[in-house]
């Protein structure tokens, strides 16, 4: 558990480092970014505040140089982009005058934006040549020093010639595009999340041996210690309860045997006196019953149960179960069936684990079905030829939440029938065990107020060749 544990927090923590990290070298790139367009926004503020110290001359006389903000920031632009095979800057609008200045798909959407939003920035990841970069791209407003080449009237020419687009002050001017490669910021942040891991795997490593050494100390030697204690009480009390059911099959054989021979007598017997020796008999193989299920069970739990594996014909164990489950059925009134379909396998397992298995069910099934109804027995195999023997019954049937429940050792259902009869508990539970360790499945399913079905699957393999 505790590695369990271990191991899922380590990989929260790694998935969480990288996505932090990952955040942190796009808030870096967006930061450079910002601050290379505010040193650009500078030079463009430079050149359009000293245009008239660049346009006229010493004598006060006004000589157009073509030296403006747009051509001064373009240029420092350029230099900056050729100077480095990563970073890019460029100025773009739409409708430009140089088709250098076209704005692509990213830069439209930015306009775009602009536009609908009123942002000043806009900025996400994309990819350039292949490579991973940050994008950035700011709005760039009509200044006054901008009237004189692109405002009013429109269509009229400016001092360099060109067409006047009649911009307004204030307006959209276009936008300065700048592309910052995450390489090196990625890169940082990747060995700084491989150094916070190591931290951390280190401090885990230190924690789950300390954890260890803790639990082995205070947790698992005690727990030892207590379990094996505990194993020897529950051997002990094993014991105790296999000596005492061992010794009350004697007396119990003998009240049944005793019935017999007196139920068997020629004399003639009172119709009282017969119902009560009946009554004593019946009781006394049920309670002979309970003693059989419970040494079983202590056997199968203490491992002493040994089961062997032969070739075993299921009908000859159904025959065996109805020999005994008759004189129950026909004393209740209760239609008791058995059948088997043409062709079933001999089954290689334990002939007396499925005898007490199939006995366990039909007798439970007598028990919870009412006068009148009836419990069937079949064999059958299926396409795959997988053999299910399956006890159904039209009895009072086992709520959802109680199907699970019936298996447990003294577990019971909630309902109770409308005699009120009520097992041991330990029936379901030694048959389940059984089923286990003869490779066999014990399945119930179940309708409340319509009955029951418990269905005993054999695989394949533990199938023989069929009978002659």
């Known amino acids: 558990m505790v590695a369990a544990v271990v191991v899922a927090a380590s990989t929260i923590y790694v998935a969480w480092s990288i996505v932090v990290q990952d955040a942190a070298a796009d808030q870096a790139a967006l930061l450079e970014a910002r601050t290379i367009d505010l040193q650009m926004q500078a030079a463009w503020r430079y050149i359009g505040g000293i245009q008239d110290e660049i346009n006229y001359d010493a004598d006060g006389s006004y000589n157009f140089k073509g030296i403006y903000c747009a051509t001064a920031a373009k240029r420092i632009a350029k230099d900056f ?8 800057i460029r100025y773009v609008r739409n409708n430009p005058r140089n088709p250098e200045d076209e704005p692509d798909a990213f830069e439209t959407e930015a306009l775009q ?24 791209v700011s709005l760039l407003t009509v200044e006054k020093s901008c009237l004189s080449c692109h405002g ?7 001092e360099t010639g060109s067409y006047r687009e009649g911009f307004k002050e204030g307006g959209i001017a276009g936008a300065a595009s700048i592309v910052v490669p995450l390489s090196a910021h990625r890169e940082e942040a990747l060995a700084k999340s491989v150094l916070t891991i190591a931290f951390f795997s280190i401090m ?37 309860l296999t000596l005492v059911s061992h010794e009350l099959k004697t007396p119990l054989s003998s009240i049944i045997a005793f019935a017999d021979i007196w139920q068997s007598s020629e004399k003639e017997r009172p119709p009282d006196e017969q119902y009560l020796v009946e009554e ?9 019953g309970m003693v059989n299920n419970i040494i079983d069970m202590a056997r199968v739990e203490s491992g002493k149960y040994k089961t062997s594996a032969e070739e075993v014909d299921i009908v000859d164990i159904m025959n065996a179960v109805k020999a005994t489950a008759d004189p129950l ?14 062709g ?43 053999l299910t023997v399956e006890v159904s019954d039209t009895g009072c049937g086992i709520a959802q939440e109680d199907l699970a429940l019936i298996f447990d050792r003294f577990g019971q259902a909630s309902s ?23 490779g066999a499945t014990l399945e119930v399913t179940s309708q409340p107020g319509e009955g029951s079905t418990f269905s005993l699957r054999f695989p394949v393999s533990a199938n023989a060749p069929h009978k002659d």
Do not use: C
Request: charge should be negative.
């Open 81 to 88: 982009t050729d100077s480095s095979s990563d970073y890019a």
């Open 113 to 136: 934006a602009f536009r609908n939003s009123g942002t000043t920035e806009y900025y996400g990841k994309d990819v350039v040549n292949g490579q991973p970069v940050f994008r950035y």
């Open 152 to 158: 009013e009237p429109a269509g009229s020419r400016d």
């Open 204 to 240: 885990l490593a230190v924690t789950i041996v300390l954890v260890r050494w803790a639990l082995k100390k205070w947790v698992i030697d005690p727990a030892d210690e207590t379990n094996a204690r505990l194993e020897e009480d529950n051997a002990a009390k094993t014991d105790f």
């Open 280 to 288: 004593v008999r019946d009781n006394s193989k049920v309670l002979l």
């Open 329 to 342: 059925a026909i004393k209740k009134g209760i239609s008791l069936w058995f059948e088997a379909m043409p």
């Open 344 to 386: 079933i396998p001999i089954v290689l397992t334990d002939w007396e684990a499925v005898r007490k298995i199939l006995t366990n069910l039909v007798g439970n099934a007598l028990k919870f079905t009412d006068a009148g109804g009836s419990v069937t027995v079949s064999a059958k195999t299926d396409a795959a030829g997988t």
């Open 416 to 438: 109770t029938h409308p005699e009120g009869e009520q097992g041991s508990g330990l029936g379901l539970s030694l048959s389940r065990q059984l089923a286990a360790m003869i």
